[in-house]
């Protein structure tokens, strides 16, 4: 019989989170405290053995020897006048500066040797020099400190190195000072000499190129190609507009442009105009008289005649006003200069649009090649600029480096007549105070590195303990749910009661199963077992249980009491199986006897009872016990056996929960053979007995078959249960 299982997954991970590193500290106190407690007295012994020891410290406001007053240090000046602070340290505590002090105080303290190597490393060693600053920003104080076991001499010894410390920064100064100014008075020559130069190249270039500033030149010319291009556009926008109104003027007046500037000199001449109204006057007698007479007669003659003669004249006048350009006889010259009102105006408006247009065209041309002679120009603007541009910089450079090395030549004098200044000292050097040694620092210190020590060796015997610790180490390691948590019994647990706990190694602590389960804490927790139990047997039918651990004495034949009891006391009718036939153990806890039992009717031929005759007084009334029995020759077969299916199938049928109590699921085969004849089993694992090899064995085996979960036996840690119990008690 197998229930249906869940997919687990057997490689639990562990949690290297901060809980579980205080759960080891808690479980291996003692180690941590013995470390402790070690530690603090070494440390205690080590402070009584010490020598007093005395600081005294002084400040020191070290500026440079040497800063520009606009803008700090001079470009120009020595590469050494900016202070490196850091190597203004290493300077301060160099070799020769100390010796120097050491010798000012060798009558007073002969152990200050100069000439001695190691008194020079020592002296160096018990001087301390210290930027001041804060977090972000540092200062130009140095805090100087001197400790020595007497507080005199080291209020002298800072005396002593005041002095050579002012001393070194004066005659550093000078010699500073000294060195900027011959660096400056060899660099204005040349730098003169620059500056004529690039100003001699700068004017030959203008003379060359007939300019004075390219750059201004340049946008003036772009400025008239600007203008130029716009006049182009409007020029051409009203050269289109005229000859769009010249073909409408010529389609209208029908004559060639040549036609129309005759046609408007002739009737603009008086004279002309006189002659054609002559020969108007003339034509109109002639059509006059041809009513009358016939064409050839007397009377048509003279007006004939008459006519011919005007036309003469109208030639000769129109020969006067255009030259060669007149039209021929004077027949033609009729229509030409004959027009009316309308077409006057419409010739005259041609001929002034036709001048105007040309007039136009004209310009647009002048536009074009000045556009063309602007754009030429500005082809060399990109040559003659950049050459601009190298010559100016230069001279712009070679003056302002003229103009700051004479002030720093001006400068450099006036510190040089002035004689300098010296290292400020902000804090004066005290009589040395007490610095050590301090008992409670070291104690304290000593304390700290006993609590390490001690967590590394509770974290190392941890390493090497692979016991479970936890309730949680358990269903991580296993994997698989986590029924119940079963609570350590100790001294004090049950007032009045002997301590117990829950291991079959104990059984002389033990008091009677029934006293037993009244304990609060232990009845909740088998009760919340079975309840949870009832929840898989909602989805897989758990008519039987097999109760089993990884070893023996993790408290799996107490447990099965437990549970019954707690599904008992819920109306179930329950059986409880001793199946431990090798080492028996219900019929002790129960005071049972056990002459007949599992083995006998294993063995037995005789039908299979509907149910067993509960045998205890003690017990309720729906709880039946069958013991083991004798012990039998070979136990595995007996479970392994056919009748023992039968009589688990028959019990299931009578009773509503049989547990069974089986043995130890390694070392042997019993667990393995039972559990397969069961609907689930349940696996007891004992906090800090169990370990996780044989617990991971145990599990690869069992799930195999139909395990459900794990039961925690023997959990220390108070449960919400047992803290809700003890706070109304």
Same mark, same amino acid.
């Given at each position: 019989?197998?229930?249906?299982?869940?997919?687990?997954?057997?490689?639990?991970?562990?949690?290297?989170?901060?809980?579980?590193?205080?759960?080891?500290?808690?479980?291996?106190?003692?180690?941590?405290?013995?470390?402790?407690?070690?530690?603090?007295?070494?440390?205690?012994?080590?402070?009584?053995?010490?020598?007093?020891?005395?600081?005294?410290?002084?400040?020191?406001?070290?500026?440079?020897?040497?800063?520009?007053?606009?803008?700090?240090?001079?470009?120009?000046?020595?590469?050494?006048?900016?202070?490196?602070?850091?190597?203004?340290?290493?300077?301060?505590?160099?070799?020769?500066?100390?010796?120097?002090?050491?010798?000012?105080?060798?009558?007073?303290?002969?152990?200050?040797?100069?000439?001695?190597?190691?008194?020079?490393?020592?002296?160096?060693?018990?001087?301390?020099?210290?930027?001041?600053?804060?977090?972000?920003?540092?200062?130009?104080?140095?805090?100087?400190?001197?400790?020595?076991?007497?507080?005199?001499?080291?209020?002298?010894?800072?005396?002593?190195?005041?002095?050579?410390?002012?001393?070194?920064?004066?005659?550093?100064?000078?010699?500073?000072?000294?060195?900027?100014?011959?660096?400056?008075?060899?660099?204005?020559?040349?730098?003169?000499?620059?500056?004529?130069?690039?100003?001699?190249?700068?004017?030959?270039?203008?003379?060359?190129?007939?300019?004075?500033?390219?750059?201004?030149?340049?946008?003036?010319?772009?400025?008239?190609?600007?203008?130029?291009?716009?006049?182009?556009?409007?020029?051409?926008?009203?050269?289109?507009?005229?000859?769009?109104?010249?073909?409408?003027?010529?389609?209208?007046?029908?004559?060639?442009?040549?036609?129309?500037?005759?046609?408007?000199?002739?009737?603009?001449?008086?004279?002309?105009?006189?002659?054609?109204?002559?020969?108007?006057?003339?034509?109109?007698?002639?059509?006059?008289?041809?009513?009358?007479?016939?064409?050839?007669?007397?009377?048509?003659?003279?007006?004939?005649?008459?006519?011919?003669?005007?036309?003469?004249?109208?030639?000769?006048?129109?020969?006067?006003?255009?030259?060669?350009?007149?039209?021929?006889?004077?027949?033609?010259?009729?229509?030409?200069?004959?027009?009316?009102?309308?077409?006057?105006?419409?010739?005259?408006?041609?001929?002034?649009?036709?001048?105007?247009?040309?007039?136009?065209?004209?310009?647009?041309?002048?536009?074009?090649?000045?556009?063309?002679?602007?754009?030429?120009?500005?082809?060399?603007?990109?040559?003659?600029?950049?050459?601009?541009?190298?010559?100016?910089?230069?001279?712009?450079?070679?003056?302002?480096?003229?103009?700051?090395?004479?002030?720093?030549?001006?400068?450099?004098?006036?510190?040089?007549?002035?004689?300098?200044?010296?290292?400020?000292?902000?804090?004066?050097?005290?009589?040395?105070?007490?610095?050590?040694?301090?008992?409670?620092?070291?104690?304290?210190?000593?304390?700290?590195?006993?609590?390490?020590?001690?967590?590394?060796?509770?974290?190392?015997?941890?390493?090497?303990?692979?016991?479970?610790?936890?309730?949680?180490?358990?269903?991580?390691?296993?994997?698989?749910? $986590?029924? +119940?948590? &079963?609570?350590? %019994?100790?001294? *004090?647990?049950?007032?009045?009661? #002997?301590?117990?706990? =829950? !291991?079959? @190694?104990?059984?002389?602590?033990?008091?009677?199963?029934?006293?037993?389960?009244?304990?609060?804490?232990?009845?909740?927790?088998?009760?919340?077992?079975?309840?949870?139990?009832?929840?898989?047997?909602?989805?897989?039918?758990?008519?039987?249980?097999?109760?089993?651990?990884?070893?023996?004495?993790?408290?799996?034949?107490?447990?099965?009491?437990?549970?019954?009891?707690?599904?008992?006391?819920?109306?179930?009718?329950?059986?409880?199986?001793?199946?431990?036939?090798?080492?028996?153990?219900?019929?002790?806890?129960?005071?049972?006897?056990?002459?007949?039992?599992?083995?006998?009717?294993?063995?037995?031929?005789?039908?299979?009872?509907?149910?067993?005759?509960?045998?205890?007084?003690? $017990?309720? +009334?729906? &709880?039946?016990? %069958?013991?083991? *029995?004798?012990?039998?020759?070979? #136990?595995?077969?007996? =479970? !392994?056996? @056919?009748?023992?299916?039968?009589?688990?199938?028959?019990?299931?049928?009578?009773?509503?929960?049989?547990?069974?109590?089986?043995?130890?699921?390694?070392?042997?085969?019993?667990?393995?053979?039972?559990?397969?004849?069961?609907?689930?089993?349940?696996?007891?694992?004992?906090?800090?007995?169990?370990?996780?090899?044989?617990?991971?064995?145990?599990?690869?085996?069992?799930?195999?078959?139909?395990?459900?979960?794990?039961?925690?036996?023997?959990?220390?840690?108070?449960?919400?249960?047992?803290?809700?119990?003890?706070?109304?008690?």
């Amino acid at each position: 019989m197998t229930a249906a299982q869940p997919k687990l997954n057997l490689s639990a991970a562990t949690d290297p989170g901060y809980g579980q590193l205080f759960a080891i500290l808690k479980r291996h106190y003692l180690w941590v405290l013995a470390a402790g407690t070690v530690s603090v007295a070494i440390a205690f012994a080590y402070t009584l053995k010490q020598e007093s020891t005395y600081i005294s410290g002084m400040q020191f406001l070290v500026e440079p020897n040497y800063q520009g007053k606009n803008s700090g240090a001079d470009p120009f000046t020595d590469a050494t006048v900016e202070v490196d602070y850091a190597t203004q340290i290493s300077l301060m505590q160099s070799s020769n500066l100390l010796k120097k002090a050491m010798t000012l105080l060798q009558t007073e303290y002969p152990e200050l040797d100069p000439d001695n190597p190691g008194s020079v490393g020592g002296f160096r060693g018990a001087l301390t020099i210290v930027q001041v600053g804060t977090k972000k920003v540092d200062t130009k104080i140095f805090s100087i400190t001197y400790t020595s076991n007497d507080p005199i001499k080291t209020q002298k010894v800072l005396q002593a190195v005041q002095k050579v410390y002012q001393d070194y920064n004066l005659q550093q100064q000078q010699d500073r000072l000294t060195r900027g100014l011959a660096f400056v008075d060899k660099q204005l020559p040349q730098v003169e000499g620059k500056v004529k130069d690039a100003e001699a190249a700068l004017e030959q270039f203008r003379r060359d190129q007939s300019l004075i500033e390219p750059s201004a030149e340049a946008a003036a010319q772009t400025e008239m190609l600007n203008r130029l291009q716009a006049d182009k556009q409007a020029t051409l926008v009203q050269i289109r507009e005229l000859q769009t109104r010249y073909g409408d003027l010529q389609q209208k007046v029908n004559l060639s442009p040549q036609q129309a500037v005759l046609t408007a000199r002739l009737n603009q001449s008086g004279r002309y105009q006189a002659v054609l109204n002559e020969i108007q006057k003339t034509e109109l007698a002639i059509q006059q008289q041809r009513v009358r007479f016939k064409e050839n007669t007397l009377n048509m003659q003279p007006l004939l005649d008459q006519r011919q003669r005007q036309l003469k004249q109208l030639q000769l006048e129109a020969s006067r006003l255009l030259g060669s350009s007149s039209p021929g006889s004077g027949e033609s010259l009729l229509s030409t200069g004959q027009l009316g009102g309308f077409d006057q105006t419409l010739i005259g408006q041609f001929v002034e649009t036709q001048g105007s247009l040309s007039t136009a065209q004209a310009r647009y041309l002048s536009l074009l090649s000045s556009e063309q002679k602007v754009r030429a120009e500005l082809q060399r603007f990109p040559q003659l600029l950049a050459q601009y541009e190298r010559l100016k910089p230069d001279i712009e450079l070679n003056r302002d480096t003229l103009k700051q090395l004479l002030k720093a030549q001006q400068d450099l004098g006036l510190e040089i007549a002035r004689g300098g200044f010296a290292w400020q000292v902000v804090e004066q050097a005290q009589i040395g105070a007490k610095t050590g040694p301090n008992l409670q620092k070291n104690l304290m210190l000593g304390l700290v590195v006993g609590i390490l020590l001690g967590g590394v060796a509770a974290v190392s015997r941890e390493v090497l303990d692979d016991s479970v610790h936890s309730s949680d180490e358990l269903k991580q390691q296993t994997a698989v749910p $986590l029924l +119940g948590t &079963i609570p350590e %019994l100790s001294l *004090g647990a049950m007032s009045g009661k #002997p301590s117990l706990r =829950l !291991s079959g @190694q104990t059984q002389a602590l033990l008091p009677p199963i029934t006293q037993l389960t009244k304990w609060r804490p232990f009845r909740e927790s088998l009760d919340l077992l079975y309840q949870n139990l009832q929840l898989i047997n909602a989805t897989a039918e758990l008519h039987s249980i097999v109760v089993t651990s990884t070893l023996a004495g993790e408290g799996k034949s107490t447990l099965s009491v437990g549970l019954a009891i707690s599904a008992a006391r819920l109306h179930q009718r329950v059986l409880l199986i001793d199946a431990d036939l090798r080492r028996p153990n219900l019929h002790k806890l129960l005071n049972l006897p056990n002459e007949q039992g599992l083995s006998t009717l294993l063995v037995s031929q005789s039908p299979i009872p509907q149910q067993i005759e509960t045998q205890d007084a003690n $017990l309720r +009334g729906n &709880i039946s016990v %069958l013991t083991a *029995g004798p012990t039998p020759a070979d #136990p595995a077969k007996l =479970l !392994s056996s @056919q009748r023992m299916k039968e009589i688990i199938a028959t019990f299931e049928q009578t009773y509503d929960l049989v547990i069974v109590d089986a043995p130890p699921a390694l070392g042997m085969v019993d667990a393995v053979l039972t559990a397969s004849c069961c609907s689930g089993v349940l696996l007891v694992g004992r906090i800090n007995q169990v370990t996780r090899p044989k617990l991971t064995q145990s599990i690869e085996m069992l799930n195999q078959l139909n395990l459900i979960g794990v039961v925690a036996n023997g959990v220390s840690s108070p449960t919400v249960r047992e803290t809700y119990y003890s706070a109304q008690d």
